[in-house]
């Protein structure tokens, strides 16, 4: 451990520790720091681990919290805190391969129900799915995203729009049903371009769970990239309550994320939307293992292969997009849930610099599943 004040020496702080495994903290206690002087270092032995689940995600987490009241803050405020990872999640087994029913307009596989025709999801258990999943690359631009007219760069914003990712257009070419698996391929371009993303969706279920792997090939010379790449859904509005292992409690993006720690985080819908002064694309819970989203009735949960990006809110993108003050943002009577396997970071453009290189979203092959789960009466209390 550093001391990387200037002046000060580590008196001022009590430190402690905790434990998680998959998100839950198992034990947690005080942690013994030298008072280092500032700039020094010294080598801090943290306590054995606690039983836990074999194949658990394991993490320590170290907070540095003020020892006694000051000036600015009381006694016990969080001025720091780390985590260090000792075992990372566990792959998804698989599971055995439920078959699938036709039945005139419709297929019936595990809990979802698809139309038979575009090979779009239109239920799931009991809960109606409304225009997906379907890949989705459009973001509501952010401040940073226009950037300022002055900049001599390229700002994204504004090349997004040009090329009209705004209004990509899906046009589904095979829908296949073969031995328990429906394949749907389908092509997502710009209207009037020769760029597109070949996309193909593949459904399975184990006869509880849906499962969904997305493979994108890009087609032709892709020189902007893309806000976003994930999948688009919407479900009923009555699914009020957010539940999730990942990132967290507040908003993160690829370059924003310093604030967020890992761990078991619950919050209202309506509480994931950040409200900035100028809507803009707000809200993302990054690094997420399981989402849960529930109502008074029921819900679904979302687990993800590699881990996601999520994000919930009553208005579209478009609506997002289109608005200049809050107040525009009126709650409609969809929950429109994005499920992100890569975002394009945010950077500094509106009165500096743009997204670092590390940060862009090139466009280039991906590929990433989802597991959905109808759930029954939510396990969220108290929000």
Do not use: K
């Amino acid at each position: 451990m550093t001391n990387g004040h200037d002046v000060a020496d580590l008196a001022h702080l009590a430190f402690t520790w905790s434990f998680l495994a998959d998100g839950e903290p198992l034990a947690e206690g005080p942690l013994e720091v030298p008072a280092l002087a500032a700039g020094e270092s010294a080598r801090v032995t943290l306590p054995a681990p606690p039983a836990h689940r074999a194949g658990a995600e394991t993490v320590w987490t170290v907070r540095a919290v003020l020892a006694r009241d000051t000036a600015w803050a009381a006694a016990g405020h969080e001025v720091a805190w780390g985590q260090l990872t000792v075992q990372g999640p566990a792959p998804r087994p698989s599971a055995a391969t439920a078959g699938a029913v036709r039945a005139a307009d419709r297929i019936a596989l595990g809990p979802g129900v698809f139309d038979a025709a575009t090979g779009v999801l239109t239920a799931l258990g009991p809960l109606p799915v409304t225009a997906g999943p379907r890949l989705d690359v459009w973001r509501a631009p952010t401040d940073n995203d226009e950037g300022a007219p002055w900049q001599p760069d390229e700002r994204p914003g504004p090349l997004w729009r040009a090329l009209g990712l705004h209004r990509m257009r899906h046009r589904t070419d095979e829908v296949v049903l073969d031995d328990g698996t429906l394949t749907v391929r389908s092509r997502v371009a710009p209207a009037a371009s020769d760029l597109g993303l070949r996309t193909t969706y593949r459904w399975t279920s184990d006869g509880t769970a849906l499962r969904l792997g997305v493979e994108v090939e890009p087609e032709g010379d892709w020189r902007v990239p893309l806000p976003r790449l994930g999948v688009l859904l919407g479900l009923p509005a009555a699914l009020d309550r957010a539940e999730w292992y990942g990132a967290g409690p507040g908003e993160a993006y690829p370059d924003t994320r310093a604030a967020a720690r890992l761990g078991r985080w619950a919050a209202p819908v309506d509480a994931l939307h950040t409200p900035y002064l100028r809507p803009q694309e707000n809200g993302a819970r990054i690094d997420t293992r399981w989402l849960r989203l529930a109502g008074e009735t029921g819900g679904v949960r979302v687990e993800g292969e590699p881990a996601f990006a999520f994000t919930a809110r009553r208005w579209t993108t478009e609506r997002l997009a289109a608005a200049a003050h809050r107040g525009e943002l009126v709650p409609g009577d969809t929950l429109w849930l994005h499920l992100d396997h890569a975002q394009h970071g945010i950077g500094s453009q509106s009165c500096g610099p743009g997204v670092l290189p590390e940060y862009r979203l090139d466009v280039a092959p991906a590929a990433f599943s989802l597991t959905f789960t109808p759930l029954g009466r939510p396990p969220i209390p108290g929000l």
